[in-house]
């Protein structure tokens, strides 16, 4: 064998601060890499500590390693020993290609790639969370001012930035995290696996109204819970599902809450979900009503792509998914009357849970189709055009600025 031959293909780093993410927010992506012909390695916390993630990985050929890295909270020692492992890594495995995705693996996995000098860096903005949602004051505000300087610092050094709303991009550009020379991208979302999360039929009988999300305030869980105790009150037959845990995030809920709703009768709580999809054939109504940076919440595509009318707020990431008065409806943020009146609306016209379910499956397949949003993404970073994907003898390429 000659020696052109037996050069290795080109190596793909993927970063993530969560090893679930890995499969169900990024499983396409990762395989759509692997088809294009590359070594792909994914680097998280908690790897070794699940096995059916790292089976799955593994059983696509992609080559897996447990970093140490806090999902929360900004302990500068802990914060230093997951940069230092990341360096470590990159200089064993010589990428040629990072993407990290949430905070911290963008801030940290990009200065690593930086100082390792892996020829090509990208960073993908899913949200922006706690310390960007909200009055910044307090906690908050020091949290904010903090992100804010590492963003820029990190950004700085990148290729590309992708963002998954047009509001998170002339955020950072407005604040100057992302410098004007740095090219950005805005993608629908992270798309949504539509042949998994595959359209089902209504449930019959009264409308059941499901939440999906992290239980944190911010994501308006206790708007979702003052809205069913209304609408319970007048409509008992009317059913309020929750589905999600208490976080470790500063902003979550608290168990005596979500006792005390539970307990009060007005609301079921489902706990986490590995599968959401049999709560979503449950539901006749998606209701998300989110003041978070959400970058665009995956849970709305989801219950689009299985054909449901959605109700959710009329703020970054989350205004994008929904046409008010065709797939759903857009309400303002922590308002729970308006939140209140939307829900009405299926309970006096039930016919609308079908006419706007079918109108979402319908964006969901025009607009947020995973494979469509993958395919731009890969070609925003050289690795999609047919011409190139044999990576082993070819760069990638390099994407002027917009």
């Given at each position: 064998?000659?020696?052109?031959?037996?050069k290795?293909?080109?190596?793909?780093?993927?970063?993530?601060g969560?090893?679930y993410?890995?499969?169900n927010?990024?499983?396409?992506?990762?395989?759509?890499l692997i088809k294009a012909?590359l070594?792909?390695?994914?680097?998280?916390?908690g790897?070794n500590?699940?096995?059916?993630?790292?089976r799955q990985l593994?059983s696509?050929g992609?080559?897996i390693?447990?970093i140490?890295?806090?999902?929360t909270?900004?302990n500068p020692?802990?914060?230093?020993l997951?940069?230092?492992s990341?360096?470590r890594l990159m200089?064993d495995?010589r990428p040629?290609?990072?993407?990290?995705y949430t905070?911290?693996?963008?801030?940290?996995?990009?200065?690593?790639a930086w100082?390792?000098?892996?020829?090509?860096?990208?960073?993908?903005i899913?949200?922006?969370?706690?310390?960007?949602?909200?009055?910044a004051?307090?906690k908050?505000?020091?949290?904010f001012h903090?992100v804010?300087r590492l963003?820029?610092?990190?950004?700085n050094?990148?290729?590309?930035?992708?963002?998954?709303?047009?509001?998170?991009e002339t955020?950072?550009?407005?604040?100057e995290?992302?410098?004007?020379h740095v090219?950005s991208?805005?993608?629908?979302?992270s798309?949504?696996d539509?042949?998994?999360?595959?359209?089902?039929?209504?449930?019959e009988g009264?409308?059941r109204?499901?939440l999906?999300a992290?239980?944190l305030?911010?994501?308006?869980?206790?708007?979702?819970?003052?809205a069913a105790r209304?609408i319970?009150?007048q409509?008992p037959?009317?059913?309020f599902q929750l589905?999600?845990d208490?976080d470790?995030?500063?902003?979550?809920?608290?168990q005596?809450?979500?006792?005390t709703?539970?307990?009060?009768?007005?609301?079921?709580?489902l706990?986490?979900l590995?599968?959401?999809r049999?709560?979503?054939?449950?539901?006749s109504v998606f209701v998300l009503?989110?003041y978070?940076r959400?970058?665009?919440?995956?849970?709305?595509?989801e219950?689009?792509?299985?054909?449901?009318a959605?109700?959710?707020?009329?703020?970054?990431?989350?205004?994008?998914?929904?046409?008010?008065?065709?797939n759903?409806?857009?309400v303002?943020v922590?308002?729970?009357?308006a939140?209140?009146?939307?829900?009405?609306?299926?309970?006096d016209?039930?016919a609308l849970?079908q006419?706007?379910g079918?109108r979402s499956?319908?964006?969901a397949?025009?607009?947020?189709?995973?494979?469509?949003?993958?395919?731009i993404m890969?070609?925003?970073?050289g690795i999609?055009?047919p011409?190139?994907q044999?990576?082993?003898?070819?760069p990638?390429?390099?994407?002027a600025?917009?």
């Open positions: 064998m000659n020696a052109k031959a037996a290795p293909n080109r190596r793909f780093l993927l970063v993530s969560s090893s993410s890995l499969i927010f990024r499983g396409p992506l990762v395989r759509s012909g070594e792909v390695h994914a680097a998280s916390p790897l500590d699940d096995p059916i993630t790292c593994e696509w992609v080559i390693h447990d140490p890295m806090q999902r909270g900004l020692w802990h914060d230093f997951t940069l230092k990341l360096y200089n495995i040629d290609a990072v993407l990290g905070i911290k693996p963008v801030v940290y996995g990009m200065l690593a100082l390792a000098k892996v020829p090509r860096r990208y960073a993908l899913t949200g922006l969370g706690y310390a960007f949602a909200g009055e004051r307090g908050r505000a020091l949290v903090l804010r963003y820029a610092v990190a950004l050094k990148v290729d590309r930035v992708f963002f998954q709303n047009p509001d998170d955020l950072f550009r407005d604040l995290i992302l410098h004007t090219p991208q805005v993608l629908n979302g798309g949504v539509m042949a998994h999360f595959a359209a089902a039929p209504l449930p009264s409308p109204f499901l999906v992290r239980l305030a911010d994501k308006g869980v206790r708007q979702y819970a003052e209304k319970k009150q409509h037959e009317v059913v589905a999600g208490i470790s995030n500063p902003d979550t809920i608290t005596q809450e979500l006792a709703w539970v307990g009060e009768g007005f609301l079921e709580h706990g986490w590995s599968d959401v049999p709560a979503l054939t449950e539901s009503p989110s978070y959400e970058g665009t919440p995956r849970s709305i595509l219950a689009m792509s299985m054909g449901r959605v109700i959710t707020t009329d703020a970054p990431g989350c205004r994008e998914t929904v046409i008010d008065g065709e759903g409806y857009l303002p922590k308002d729970v009357d939140l209140v009146n939307a829900m009405q609306h299926f309970i016209r039930p849970m006419t706007m079918r499956y319908e964006i397949k025009d607009k947020y189709d995973v494979h469509k949003v993958n395919a890969l070609e925003a970073m999609g055009k011409e190139l044999n990576m082993a003898e070819k990638f390429d390099t994407i600025a917009k």
